[in-house]
């Protein structure tokens, strides 16, 4: 029988690695962590960068992983798939946070809805399943850009719904960071004015972030007077999220 191939096995470590990590990476770390030399590992991230499933920050030089890649890794797990992992744990955060729920992935650019869960009340409500939702104005959208699912979004010309919404390609790389330090994305009247929403990532094999699931109500009900939302709330849908990238396959 043959052996394995040493080159694809460090490749593979190297994209594991990005996966499970915090963020972007730098080589040497990178190295450092793989027990591997600088000028082995640069020379496999050169290549993973040129076939796309790694990219390089032009600002910090680090790297993460890249839109070929996790395109790849939204493939094999269809929106049927997230949507019947996902109910379970929607219905529970509908009723913990009293607010309405929804489960995004991205299809061509936008927010695909694939699940959504009536807020607990009798108010009425309009079904949300199968909305296309712009990526760079909703709290769900964010999450998936700044895990980098399915691509970035244009850098120029995001339309703006409010005031609020984040046009600045700067100020919206600067939300993502955030997004990538804290685990969360919040929307405050980005898309629509009085409306608010949390959301987090969630995660299938490999850790690759393959949609994402949050809360979204009043901006009365979801912040306080500061215009931050709830920790309670934030701690709802972050578990909701870790609980359906378990089901997933998702190891952390």
């Known amino acids: 029988m043959p052996g394995t191939v040493q080159a694809i096995e460090r490749a593979a470590a190297i994209l594991r690695t990005l996966a499970t990590g915090p963020g972007r990476l730098g080589l ?8 591997l030399a600088k000028g082995t590992t640069h020379g ?7 076939v796309g499933f790694v990219e390089q920050d032009r600002n910090s030089g680090q790297y993460q992983l890249g839109g070929a890649l996790l395109h790849l890794g939204t ?8 949507r019947s992992r996902s109910i379970n744990w929607a219905d529970p955060l509908a009723a913990r946070s009293g607010e309405s729920v929804r489960i995004g992935t991205v299809l061509e650019g936008e927010v695909l809805v694939v699940h959504h869960v009536f807020r607990p009340d009798d108010t009425f409500q309009t079904l949300d399943v199968g909305t296309l939702l712009p990526l760079h104005a ?3 959208g964010k999450v ?15 339309e703006a719904f409010t005031r609020r919404t984040l046009v600045d390609p700067r100020a919206l790389a600067s939300a993502l960071e955030s997004v990538r330090e804290t685990g969360w994305a919040a929307e405050i009247e980005e898309m629509t004015l009085g409306q608010a929403a949390v959301a987090a990532p969630i995660r299938g094999y490999g850790g690759l972030v393959v949609g994402a699931i949050g809360i979204s109500g009043p901006v009365e009900r979801l912040c306080d007077s500061r215009y931050r939302p709830h920790p309670h709330l934030i701690t709802y849908v972050r578990d909701a999220a870790r609980a359906v990238s378990r089901d997933l396959g998702a190891t952390r």
Do not use: C, K, M
């Open 75 to 82: 493939s094999y797990l269809d929106i049927n798939e997230l």
């Open 138 to 140: 909703t709290a769900l």
């Open 144 to 158: 998936l850009l700044a895990y980098r699912a399915g691509g970035a979004v244009a850098r120029a010309d995001l």
């Open 28 to 35: 040497s770390e990178i190295a450092r962590t793989l027990d």
């Open 44 to 50: 496999i991230l050169r290549t993973l960068q040129l």
